[in-house]
């Protein structure tokens, strides 16, 4: 299990924005506050670092404030992608959210706010991660090191582009406005830290850099850390996202091909749920990347919101009627739903303390599938084998041809409410988002208003 660290380090995130913000738990000396220049003399230091930038990806920080990867990051763009489609039904009172189910974000919106600081803190500490790599002497420690630093920067930057920015295909990526790069440690504000947002184009291609360089560096097995298949498969996702499918299949490949990991035999078997209660629970072999939530840190949020009150959520995303009713009959993926005071909803987030799936097996068979069929190619093995492998896992008979429309409807269902897909798949596959265009402003975060107040070279998105 990921373990809490306990030990206040006083480098806080740079940018602009990071005012007040500083990360608070690591561990050499407890209850020891230390100065930047002290902070990382050892390679114990830089591995207590690195294992705290973990655990914040889901901590619940002093103000209550979730960190990106306890699902918020999947939950907003699920919210915003569903609108006006009978998949989701926002019963929520939070305004913040409220805002995204009905596509109307404001500049002063909280969630929006705290998901652009939180990443930039995290981003921060792996920029001190990788600022430190001389401290590591050992080789095998410091390419290991390099690579999960640059594995979560560059995960934290492909969310935070697909939010923040327009799509790949919106446009010219070359042009259009995406996130500010930082790509060294930000110890103090000064004239500096005014930074302006690259373009989409640049941000992609440091993402893939980053993903690339980790691949390359990282072992094969490093418990529930990334290794360099969390980074091959990563890297599936963001070259389907800017429409590179011969590249997408060719990493899909890498990750189903090593045998390192394999489809759960149901289903439910992915989602597991003790009957005793909440309890965290170890990846499956289907995961092969998963943010570890532990009682210490806080919960899942997808539980938080996707989850009814008998499981310990506030029962705030119900589920409509009417997808379930989209799927074949027998699909096991259309009866995973459970109904909680007369509201339905997802049996996959019935766990407080289950962990965020980041990335499983079953997206791989998905992404190559459906980029093999758009390049007519059958690079590891057919579309047709690969979907089959998920219908029948499903409980579905197996189909005897394939078509693209078929590809997409198994993703929907296969990955429902996981990875803000129902968004991002909207936007690369040019599909309406309800009664909006997928190129609609309205489907891109705006740039916090108090970011922009702060630093002046950042300019605000269309429509905001």
């Not at 390192?260 to 092969?288: K, R, V, W």
């Not at 407080?352 to 758009?374: D, H, K, P, T």
Request: proline residues 4%.
């Amino acid at each position: 299990m990921m373990k809490k660290l306990n030990i206040k380090y006083t480098v806080c995130a740079g940018l602009m924005l990071l005012l007040s913000a500083c990360n608070k738990q690591l561990d050499l000396k407890p209850t020891q506050s230390i100065e930047t220049s002290q902070a990382l003399l050892t390679a114990k230091d830089v591995q207590i670092t690195l294992i705290g930038a973990y655990s914040n990806l889901a901590t619940l920080d002093a103000n209550g404030v979730e960190h990106l990867y306890s699902g918020s990051v999947f939950l907003m763009p699920d919210l915003l992608g569903t609108a006006g489609q009978n998949i989701i039904e926002w019963a929520g009172t939070y305004q913040q959210l409220t805002e995204m189910a009905n596509q109307s974000i404001t500049v002063t919106n909280s969630y929006v706010a705290n998901t652009w600081l939180t990443a930039y803190n995290d981003i921060n500490q792996l920029n001190n991660v990788l600022s430190a790599l001389n401290k590591v002497t050992v080789q095998a420690d410091k390419d290991r090191i390099e690579g999960e630093a640059k594995f979560l920067r560059g995960m934290i930057y492909f969310d935070l582009v697909r939010l923040y920015g327009k799509a790949w295909n919106d446009g010219d990526p070359n042009t259009n406005l995406g996130v500010p790069i930082i790509l060294t440690p930000t110890a103090q504000i000064d004239a500096s830290s005014y930074v302006a947002r690259s373009t989409v184009g640049q941000v992609y291609t440091q993402i893939l850099s980053d993903l690339t360089t980790a691949q390359t560096k990282l072992p094969a097995s490093n418990s529930f850390y990334a290794n360099k298949y969390s980074a091959a498969a990563l890297l599936s996702r963001v070259y389907m996202q800017k429409l590179d499918y011969a590249n997408a299949a060719t990493a899909a490949n890498v990750v189903i091909s090593s045998g390192a990991f394999g489809l759960m035999p149901t289903y439910a078997a992915e989602f597991p749920y003790s009957t005793t209660g909440p309890a965290h629970a170890d990846n499956t072999s289907e995961d092969i990347f998963a943010v570890q939530i532990t009682s210490q840190q806080g919960v899942n949020a997808l539980n938080e919101f996707y989850g009814g009150p008998t499981y310990g959520g506030r029962g705030d995303a119900v589920v409509s009627p009417s997808f379930p009713a989209e799927f074949e009959p027998g699909d096991a993926r259309g009866a995973f739903f459970y109904n909680d005071g007369g509201s339905l909803y997802s049996s996959k987030f019935q766990n407080q303390y289950g962990n965020v799936r980041i990335v499983r097996l079953a997206e791989m068979y998905l992404n190559r599938a459906e980029a093999n069929l758009r390049s007519n190619t059958a690079t590891g093995d057919t579309p047709l084998n690969d979907v089959n492998k998920i219908r029948t896992r499903a409980g579905l008979a197996p189909l005897a041809s394939v078509s693209l429309a078929q590809v997409l409807t198994e993703r929907r269902h296969e990955l429902a409410f996981e990875g803000g897909f129902f968004l991002h798949d909207a936007k690369r596959t040019m599909q309406s988002v309800g009664a909006l265009e997928w190129n609609s402003p309205k489907l891109v975060f705006p740039i916090p208003q108090r970011e922009t107040i702060a630093n002046p070279n950042l300019k605000q998105n269309a429509g905001y």
